[in-house]
């Protein structure tokens, strides 16, 4: 009989009991690579917050993951198949995405493009039905926009779109959503509810949560686990608590910076050194 292969080989199959991972994974756009070789594993039940600097590669592993950019080597799998091999519909079913830069057509409402996120479920067999409404006017209540259900998508500040799209993906009732830069045009207060919201989502109804983030602190206090990122890479992983630490953000940011205990959630609260000033000659 013969030996299993290690996990490190190209060939070994995917990990089991992961719904969704990568294994040997080169990305990119064209013939331009942002990642040359990195494997990934998100584990199952986590709010998993992706961090690191401006052109690390985040939103292309996120793209990667959800199949909207095919790897240039390696593979994704979903369930232990290879997410390419699935029918387009079949991964809708499974994996929600709230994109980067979202663009509504022309003069749809509200309730309508929430609607929308409803749409892998429907079928020549099943269309609109209760349960269907039920999950679009949960969804917009928990985003905060039902009061907006019947104005125009393009009549909304920024802010507001953004909650619409995230009601949509919401809607669509995956048991994995991805989310790319989630608190975009949000201001604080609106991005703490919106992250509140996504941390109720994952502890109470198991939801596999995906994100990418910028602000470093957000993502300490509200992920289950942590992906570190540089030049295509990934640098770290794992409990925030374990992986935040001064030594690991001045690598990953190039930022000298203080880490202690947050007083309010006991999570690694960053706090930036800045430039030093200078010392005021004596009187």
Request: aromatic content about 4%.
């Amino acid at each position: 009989m013969n030996a299993p292969l290690p996990p490190s080989h190209p060939d070994a199959p995917p990990q089991a009991g992961v719904r969704l991972q990568g294994r040997h994974l080169r990305l990119g756009y064209g013939a331009r690579t942002i990642c040359p070789e990195l494997d990934v594993r998100i584990p199952d039940g986590s709010f998993t917050v992706i961090v690191g600097p401006n052109g690390c590669g985040k939103s292309t592993l996120l793209r990667s993951l959800s199949r909207l950019l095919p790897p240039q080597a390696g593979h994704v799998y979903l369930d232990g198949r290879d997410i390419h091999g699935y029918p387009a519909r079949a991964v809708a079913q499974r994996i929600g995405l709230l994109p980067q830069s979202a663009s509504a057509p022309d003069g749809i409402g509200v309730a309508e493009l929430v609607a929308r996120g409803r749409y892998p479920h429907q079928g020549l067999l099943r269309q609109w039905s209760r349960a269907d409404e039920a999950a679009v006017q949960a969804a917009m209540a928990a985003t905060g926009v039902a009061e907006l259900a019947d104005r125009a998508v393009d009549e909304l500040s920024g802010g507001q779109r953004q909650r619409v799209w995230v009601a949509m993906a919401l809607a669509q009732e995956t048991p994995l959503l991805l989310l790319d830069e989630p608190t975009t045009f949000l201001d604080i207060a609106h991005q703490i509810e919106l992250l509140e919201l996504f941390r109720q989502l994952n502890r109470d109804t198991g939801r596999t949560l995906i994100a990418v983030l910028h602000d470093l602190n957000h993502a300490c206090r509200y992920a289950s686990h942590l992906i570190a990122m540089r030049e295509g890479r990934i640098v770290a992983e794992g409990a925030p608590a374990e992986v935040i630490t001064a030594e690991l953000v001045e690598r990953v940011f190039g930022l000298p910076c203080l880490v202690i205990d947050d007083p309010v959630s006991h999570t690694p609260l960053v706090i930036p050194r800045g430039r030093a000033q200078p010392v005021a000659a004596p009187a």
